[in-house]
């Protein structure tokens, strides 16, 4: 079974610290995603990558950057946590090519911001 | 742009009676559409998805949609809940030839006994 693993799965953090958020798959998939997911506003996409080193921006961008440095591991990062971040993250990840790819999610990270 | 609706924020229903999850989307071109199941604490997973051919597709856990073109709706449908069904429901469409999945806002299913 394809594993989209989230480091961590609560943080509390305050405002103004830098905050990273890791995501390893096992499945050597080519692409990856981060969502954020509100009450009420379902999940927006913040960043995608379709390879290492590559990126591109969601729906959401602002406020945050990614990174990508292996194909198995996508990182999220607040460089400077505001209150309006606090949120559920998901990572997830599928194959590349064309046509419909399944996605697979990782377990979530709740981030507060104090 | 596309864009998807959950009309219901909120679903109750008893243990053992039937529950329809409504999604309409919005689309000038064609779509592959999809549900996601969120159970508690978890991550979303695959439920079902339509992608072409028979407009009645079935899903994991008895769960089944019906994908209406004219009225662009993708229902989903189960005909006895069970209270482990008690979960986040999303829809979501994936406009063909991009990458790019957009999902609704999602409706909370909740199966009392």
């Known amino acids: 079974d394809v594993k989209v693993t989230q480091s961590s799965r609560y943080l509390v953090k305050r405002t103004g610290e830098k905050v990273f958020l890791e995501c390893v798959q096992d499945m050597d998939h080519e692409n990856m995603f981060w969502y954020r997911q509100d009450p009420g506003l379902g999940l927006r996409l913040i960043y995608f990558s379709y390879d290492v080193k590559m990126k591109e921006k969601g729906d959401i961008p602002e406020g945050y950057s990614v990174s990508r440095e292996k194909k198995e591991r996508f990182s999220l990062i607040l460089e400077s946590a505001s209150t309006n971040q606090t949120s559920m993250y998901l990572c997830?990840?599928?194959?590349?090519?064309?046509?419909?790819?399944?996605?697979?999610f990782g377990e979530g990270s709740r981030l507060t911001v104090l | 742009a596309q864009s998807v609706t959950q009309l219901d924020s909120q679903v109750p229903v008893f243990e053992e009676a039937p529950v329809e999850l409504r999604c309409n989307y919005s689309s000038s071109v064609s779509v592959y559409l999809f549900w996601y199941v969120q159970y508690p604490n978890q991550g979303l997973q695959l439920l079902l998805k339509?992608?072409?051919?028979?407009?009645l597709v079935k899903g994991i856990n008895g769960f089944e949609a019906e994908f209406n073109k004219s009225q662009t709706s993708f229902h989903l449908r189960k005909p006895s809940v069970h209270i482990s069904d008690t979960a986040e429901y999303f829809c979501a469409v994936l406009v063909r030839d991009t990458d790019k999945l957009i999902f609704g806002t999602g409706t909370r299913l909740q199966v009392f006994p």
């Open positions: 997830a990840s599928s194959l590349g090519g064309a046509g419909y790819r399944e996605l697979f």
């Open positions: 339509y992608l072409s051919g028979s407009t």
